[in-house]
């Protein structure tokens, strides 16, 4: 798989957003691979890199003008619908770290308490590499793209949403670091 390839397809144009989106994927890639070798964990390195790099494709449909996007659908959509877009390219398993990665995951009852904008179902991370995704992509804004968040930092934007994805990123601590 070429991933610019395939970033190319739906972010033809050099523009801040293509920016915004290859600063940020390449830094959740670079910690997610880092993260697995020191831990020596046995993972698909290949796919994470591939997975990490697309995990935010479906960004542009958003709306979030402070990163550049100006599509209609709410920013919490972005993992779903990016999840629609690789399923369509042929890549099913890329396609369930798009929508699993929000947050720490996101279970259906909270989509259903918090009226969340996206399909009434689990998203939660399962796999060792959806799940170290899902954590490096913790550290990493896209509105700073400058900044690594420290873990206290990281920690305390998941606990401000949700006591499942507190849970779920406490234990992936344990897990990678």
Not at 61 to 89: D, S, V, W
Not at 103 to 124: C, N, R
Request: aromatic fraction near 10%.
């Amino acid at each position: 798989m070429d991933v610019f390839k395939l970033i190319d397809t739906y972010y033809p144009e050099e523009n801040k957003l293509k920016h915004i989106l290859l600063t940020h994927s390449k830094q959740v890639t670079d910690l997610a691979l880092k993260l697995a070798s020191q831990k020596q964990l046995s993972i698909d390195a290949d796919f994470v890199y591939e997975a990490a790099m697309l995990h935010d494709i479906g960004i542009f449909m958003t709306h979030a003008p402070t990163i550049a996007c100006f599509g209609n659908q709410p920013y919490l959509a972005h993992g779903y619908l990016g999840a629609e877009l690789l399923r369509k390219e042929g890549y099913p398993r890329h396609a369930l770290v798009c929508e699993r990665h929000t947050g720490a995951g996101v279970s259906k009852e909270e989509v259903l308490s918090f009226h969340i904008p996206v399909p009434v179902k689990d998203m939660i991370p399962q796999s060792i590499e959806e799940k170290l995704i899902c954590f490096a992509d913790t550290f990493y804004s896209k509105t700073q793209l400058e900044k690594e968040k420290t873990l206290v930092e990281a920690r305390e934007s998941i606990a401000i949403h949700s006591s499942e994805g507190l849970k779920r990123f406490d234990d992936w601590c344990e897990l990678f670091l």
